[in-house]
Every structure is written in C-alpha cells, then in structure tokens.
C-alpha cells in the first residue's frame, strides 16, 4: 500500500507536502504514511482515493483495477 500511494504522487509529479496540504497534515505526517512508519486513517485513504480517481481498494492492494467502483 505504502509503495502505491507513493508510486501515484510521483506519477503525477506532486511533491508530498501537496498531498499534506490537501489532507490538512504536515508534510512529516504523509512522509510517514508513505513509508509505513504511521498507519493510513480510513478517512485518509477515502480521501487518496478520491483525489486520484480509484478505489480504496486499489490503494491497499486488494485488486491492480485501478478504476473505482460504480
């Protein structure tokens, strides 16, 4: 999960502290959800999902479709 989420910020050329300010966190916080030293909050990951177009379940590694559900 935690390689996805950052493997989707670099595709998209953001730095961390861009999806910090989105999720209202600091740049350390995400930088800790991205190495697995802090858990990911479900809200967290609802809001990762939304904001790159995809299920909770693709970010936690449960299926590689990419495309939300309906």
């Known amino acids: 999960m935690y390689r ?3 493997d989707m910020r ?3 050329d953001l730095l961390q ?3 910090a300010e989105y999720l209202q ?3 350390v916080c ?3 959800y991205e190495t697995g030293k802090r858990d990911i909050p479900t809200d967290v990951l609802i809001k990762l999902a939304d904001y ?3 299920s909770v379940d693709y970010l936690l590694g449960r299926t590689d ?3 939300p559900y309906p």
């Open 52 to 54: 790159y177009g995809t």
């Open 17 to 19: 502290k861009d999806l």
């Open 4 to 6: 996805r989420i950052r």
């Open 10 to 12: 670099e595709d998209k």
């Open 30 to 32: 995400y930088s800790y």
């Open 65 to 67: 479709v990419m495309t």
């Open 25 to 27: 966190c600091g740049q």
